[in-house]
């Protein structure tokens, strides 16, 4: 910690941060800005979600970090020993045992809980931006709550392909009210966010936004009702521990076109095959 | 006299838990949290203090009613905050009594999130009358019965709510405990 103030950001920083928080959740969905600050990572491996990390971060908080389901990929153990250096905070691979985690791409397995935080690291916050590259336009599209360059996109996709071929950062109503990007977790995962709860906080670094959805709030994929949202999943168990229901990475084995298909998430998979290697910090 | 009353005694720690609190009660509207290591600032009440010096600072502009302004040497000292001319221009409102939220900054639709923060002041988080909250953040509608709320308050707040996602989110503080009502909720009386 030396030379750091706790969680690294200087006090004036995390007030600024969490006044955006609040307001944020005062209003699930809607992107709020905020005056981001240089952080000694480079963009790209998750600055906004550090910055909101950094801003709610306590002594007693006990944080996970995991980077498209695991605990132990490079970025993931970066941030997490980041975290234990600046803050002292104790860090777990375990869903169950963390009161604060951030996430890169997936939401973990396990269902969370009312008294933890989701935290998301957000590279494009604009749901509307590969539609609409004016910044100006998409906010008054937000401003009016009107979708219709979503729709169309989504009806030409159901015109051409038969389905919608969004199959990551699939497009969501948060309350009824605002479209907003879940960050690129699978479509797979867009499910849980509804009503899950757990607060949902999201950071984007480079593009300086700070959005929320709070427990137990309505979030559902954008869809007509002759094409309702279907989940797509491999049709696979995971060759590691059987499960049927979770998001599976496919492996290759060998270079003969050997594959697997095994959990994305892997304390949801050690867990579920009772493997002690998943207890502990894996800091 | 202002320096006599200490801010947090240890900043960094107090304001974060502060924060937490405070965060636990935007998201879950309602709920009613009390603060492990209070601020005593009269006339400000321990909860009030504490999350004024959580949340304001020289970057936002604050509003005091007459029976708090005792409190601006020492809010100036511990937080540096910025005084607001009216009632109209301030980000952050502390009051005793709850001003007509129509004169309060609601935002735009553009930028709602510049709708303002009224920390309320009132004598008890219990024993008034019924009000029943529903919206984000509730699994279930909960019902909660503050003191010192306006007779006209459950018109109020659904003016508030009817212009979302603009509007006014109000924290609710007595004693060493606060709940919030922000502006996603709905209210119904009873
Ligand atoms: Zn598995």
Redesign the pocket.
């Known amino acids: 910690m030396n030379g750091y103030n706790f969680a690294y950001l200087d006090e004036p920083t995390k007030r600024m941060i969490r006044r955006a928080i609040l307001k944020a959740v005062a209003i699930p969905g809607h992107q709020v800005p905020f005056g981001a600050r240089e952080m000694p990572l480079p963009y790209g491996w998750g600055t906004g979600g550090i910055q909101v990390t950094a801003a709610i971060l306590g002594a007693d908080d006990v944080l996970k970090v995991i980077d498209q389901g695991a605990d132990d990929t490079t970025n993931a153990v970066s941030i997490r020993r980041f975290f234990s250096r600046v803050a002292g905070v104790e860090t777990t691979t375990r869903t169950r045992d963390a009161s604060v985690i951030q996430t890169r791409h997936r939401i973990p397995e396990t269902p969370l809980r009312d008294d933890q935080i989701l935290v998301y690291q957000v590279p494009l916050p604009e749901p509307l931006a590969k539609l609409e590259p004016s910044r100006a336009e998409t906010k008054q599209m937000h401003a009016l709550a009107d979708y219709g360059l979503m729709h169309v996109k989504l009806y030409e996709d159901i015109a051409r392909f038969g389905h919608v071929t969004i199959s990551y950062d699939y497009p969501v109503m948060v309350n009824d009210r605002y479209l907003m990007s879940p960050s690129p977790i699978p479509a797979f995962d867009t499910l849980k966010m509804n009503r899950m709860p757990a607060l949902q906080l999201f950071g984007a670094g480079r593009e300086k936004r700070i959005y929320a959805v709070p427990p137990y709030t309505t979030v559902r994929p954008l869809d007509f009702d002759d094409h309702p949202f279907a989940l797509i999943r491999a049709p696979h168990a995971?060759?590691?521990?059987?499960?049927t229901n979770?998001y599976?990475d496919e492996v290759v084995t060998d270079d003969r076109g050997g594959r697997m298909f095994?959990?994305s998430?892997t304390d949801?998979?050690?867990d579920?095959?009772g493997d002690a290697a998943s207890e502990g910090d894996a800091a | 006299m202002t320096l006599e009353k200490p801010g947090f005694i240890d900043p960094v720690a107090e304001a974060q838990a502060c924060f937490r609190l405070v965060l636990r009660t935007m998201s879950s509207p309602g709920q009613i949290v009390t603060l492990a290591n209070p601020v005593a600032a009269p006339p400000l009440t321990p909860a009030t203090a504490a999350v004024l010096l959580t949340l304001v600072d020289a970057e936002v502009s604050l509003w005091l009613d007459e029976p708090l302004a005792d409190s601006w040497d020492w809010l100036a000292f511990h937080a540096g905050v910025v005084r607001a001319t009216d009632i109209g221009s301030a980000a952050f409102l502390c009051t005793t009594r709850l001003p007509p939220l129509a004169e309060v900054f609601a935002g735009t639709d553009a930028a709602p999130e510049t709708g303002a923060t009224i920390i309320l002041q009132v004598p008890s988080l219990e024993g008034g009358k019924k009000l029943t909250l529903y919206g984000p953040g509730l699994e279930t509608p909960i019902v909660i019965a503050p003191q010192g709320l306006p007779a006209d308050f459950v018109a109020q707040w659904e003016q508030n709510h009817r212009i979302f996602p603009r509007g006014i989110d109000l924290l609710l503080c007595a004693g060493s405990s606060f709940c919030a009502l922000p502006r996603s909720v709905r209210i119904g009386e009873g």
Not at chain 1, 238 to 243: F, N, W
Request: positive net charge; hydrophobic residues 30%; glycine residues 6%.
């Open positions: 995971c060759t590691l521990c059987g499960a979770s599976l095994i959990c998430d949801y998979c050690a579920r095959r």
